[in-house]
């Protein structure tokens, strides 16, 4: 059983599973040293943090989200241009 949120990061860091942080610089539910702390346990992961979006990117903006998303699958994570 997982204890806390460090455990989950160890879990993922752990897994080799490609990992993908998404934040909205206006989010207003995470925040930026949240965001951090989870760029720092996950030091493998793709991350981008786009200017102006907020904490649902993913429902709010598709369009931007889905290309970060495919190129993750492609194995090709940080040839997106779309961190604003």
């Keep these: 059983m997982l ?3 460090r455990d989950v990061y160890a879990l993922l860091a752990g897994s ?6 998404l934040r909205g610089q206006d989010d207003n539910i995470r925040t930026a040293a949240q965001f951090d702390e989870l760029r720092r ?7 981008h943090d786009i ?17 970060l998303i495919t ?9 997106s241009a779309s961190d604003r």
């Design 16 to 21: 080799g599973v490609s990992t993908l942080i």
């Design 41 to 47: 346990a996950l030091p493998r992961a793709v991350v």
């Design 51 to 67: 200017a102006g979006l907020v904490h649902p990117l993913m429902l709010t903006h598709p369009e931007l989200v889905a290309p």
């Design 71 to 79: 190129a993750l699958l492609d194995g090709a994570g940080n040839a």
């Design 3 to 5: 204890d806390n949120q």
